[in-house]
């Protein structure tokens, strides 16, 4: 069952960025069950996946933006999340991105944040944003900088020391 919540669909050459669907879950706790959600929450069980799930949804219902999960246009194969996350703690909004391990090093998840960046900047009046990594996220710090983001400073995210790298700004089309 897909939900009509006004969540804008994004085509890139070979993704579709679009709303989470309940047929994301068993990949969702396939990941959050695995060591390459330890930066982004996890290791969760199924319940708080399920609920991560949900409140995706629920943050495009309050805030008017979130996180697209995105697919291969291909295959229709659901392979990670990017949006625009500001819930409490955050000191702004924030540019995100997971990966499910199916789609590490082709490039989907810089392909998918460059969408989100761009549709950001041009429809949600946010030019220039920032991302919390953790100093030990090797892969999103790299993958941060192949985005043009540079480190800006310390912070400390719910009790966590985290960096922030800031996006370079981009002209509202």
């Known amino acids: 069952m897909s939900l009509d919540l006004n969540i804008p669909v994004i085509e890139t050459e070979r993704l579709r960025l679009r709303a989470p669907q309940l047929s994301d879950l068993d990949a969702m706790v396939k990941f959050f069950a695995s060591d390459r959600s330890q930066?982004?929450?996890?290791?969760?069980?199924?319940?708080t996946t399920f609920m991560s799930?949900?409140?995706?949804?629920?943050?495009?219902?309050?805030?008017?933006h979130g996180l697209w999960h995105f697919e291969e246009k291909a295959t229709g194969t659901f392979m990670g999340w990017t949006g625009v996350i500001n819930a409490p703690g955050?000191?702004?909004?924030?540019l995100g991105w997971s990966v499910m391990e199916a789609g590490e090093g082709k490039g989907y998840a810089s392909e998918a944040a460059l969408a989100a960046r761009a549709y950001a900047a041009a429809n949600f009046g946010m030019p220039q944003l920032m991302s919390y990594l953790a100093p030990a996220n090797a892969r999103s710090i790299a993958m941060a900088k192949r985005l043009g983001a540079t480190y800006e400073r310390e912070h400390q995210l719910h009790g966590?020391?985290?960096?922030?790298?800031?996006?370079?700004k981009v002209e509202a089309a």
């Open 53 to 64: 799930l949900t409140s995706r949804i629920g943050h495009w219902v309050v805030r008017g």
């Open 160 to 168: 966590k020391l985290c960096h922030v790298y800031r996006h370079p």
């Open 90 to 94: 955050w000191h702004e909004p924030e």
């Open 39 to 47: 930066y982004v929450g996890g290791p969760r069980d199924e319940a």
